[in-house]
């Protein structure tokens, strides 16, 4: 029988997981160890979590990550409460997201939350008492969709370095590709294909930090250019609910489609992944190739869920930090950032490490202008 990590001896050290860059690697890698734990022995997780509450609280709408969230926390033997429409919340009575938060804190010992503005998540992490997970926000970051696909990565191919990626379509508003690049980057030998049209092209804070790490990319418009050498390609949507017009979004839509004739270009080897959901991106033929596992990624999210809950949900009460701004007479020029929404909440500024001389918003990476 497989032991259970006790209480308090847990994979992941931090209390709240907002992006996958704030994980260590020796934490990572003691979640990867706990979820193949979970993956081959289920059965000795039933009780890991019994008598916890998880709260799922999305303000814009899912499947895979709510369900696979309370999946998670049904197959820990813990509970979940939820909301995932907030016009049925009293949010649509004006209340706060930081006092939707400690509200819902009262009740939980963990809160996932989805959100549709950038630094969302970061926001409700200084005010919550428990553990908050990041569950989305906006275009901006989606960690536990990286775990999903890291998991997928490393369980399939045995490894998440060395290996030759490539990223294609909404490489701009793709939260999920923000995240997965911010990860993969921190593996040695990791190549990157950036397959998007110039509207669509990944934000400059990713760009940096591909740079700073001194790491190889190369930025193309077709998928011909690169597929024969890739190890893994990441497809993904174009997200029509991220763009200002519906023209904007016809102007993009349907430029990049995984067909039968494209799959042939590539190795054997290459695995095909998607965050899903798929629109027209991926043909009906190519669904059925053996290459294409994005069904497997999502039930792996599930099982990284199950990981990371059984670190969180064992924390206890966590000190709010309730910070002031940190700048004066400076706001986010982002009109997607949560604090252009929620005006209470102070203006922080930050210092990336990767580019010490520049400043950016604490909660949703966009650059200050000074
Ligand atoms: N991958 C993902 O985030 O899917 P949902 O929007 O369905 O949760």
Same mark, same amino acid.
């Given at each position: 029988m497989t032991k259970i990590k006790e209480r308090g001896e847990v994979a992941v050290q931090l209390n709240h997981l907002l992006d996958f860059g704030e994980m260590t690697l020796p934490e990572w890698d003691g979640l990867y160890q706990t979820v193949e734990q979970i993956i081959d022995h289920?059965?000795?997780? #039933?009780?890991?979590?019994?008598?916890k509450v998880l709260a799922t609280t999305f303000f814009e709408p899912s499947t895979r990550t709510i369900f696979s969230f309370q999946a998670a926390a049904l197959r820990l033997g813990a509970t979940y409460i939820s909301f995932s429409d907030p016009n049925n919340s009293s949010v649509s009575k004006g209340e706060t997201l930081r006092d939707t938060i400690r509200i819902v804190a009262n009740y939980t010992d963990t809160i996932a939350i989805r959100h549709s503005l950038e630094g969302a998540a970061k926001a409700a992490s200084f005010y919550s008492p428990v553990p908050i997970v990041n569950a989305g926000d906006g275009g901006h970051l989606h960690p536990t969709q990286t775990l999903a696909d890291l998991v997928t990565i490393r369980r399939r191919i045995? $490894?998440?370095?060395?290996l030759s990626i490539g990223l294609c379509g909404d #490489?701009?508003?793709?939260r999920t590709v923000h995240s997965l690049l911010g990860a993969m980057t921190r593996f040695p030998g990791n190549k990157f294909y950036l397959v998007s049209t110039p509207e669509l092209r990944v934000p400059r804070y990713v760009i940096d930090i591909l740079e700073a790490g001194g790491h190889e990319y190369h930025e193309v418009s077709t998928l011909d250019e690169c597929i024969g050498a890739l190890d893994v390609l990441y497809m993904t949507r174009i997200q029509k609910? $991220?763009?200002?017009s519906e023209q904007e979004y016809k102007s993009q839509a349907g430029i990049y489609i995984l067909d039968g004739e494209k799959m042939k270009k590539a190795g054997d080897h290459m695995l095909v992944l998607h965050p899903l959901p798929k629109i027209?991106?991926?043909t009906d033929e190519v669904d059925l190739d053996p290459r294409c596992i994005y069904f497997d990624q999502a039930r792996y999210g599930m099982f990284a869920r199950m990981g990371l809950l059984l670190s969180l949900m064992h924390k206890g009460r966590l000190s709010p930090v309730y910070p002031e701004s940190n700048v004066e007479e400076m706001r986010c020029h982002n009109p997607k950032c949560i604090t252009n929404h929620e005006r209470y909440l102070p203006q922080r500024f930050i210092r990336p490490? $990767?580019?010490?001389a520049e400043l950016r918003c604490e909660y949703c990476d966009a650059p200050a202008r000074l």
């Open positions: 289920p059965e000795d997780f #039933l009780d890991a979590c019994r008598g045995g $490894r998440t370095e060395g #490489l701009k508003y793709g609910e $991220r763009f200002a027209d991106e991926i490490e $990767r580019n010490p």
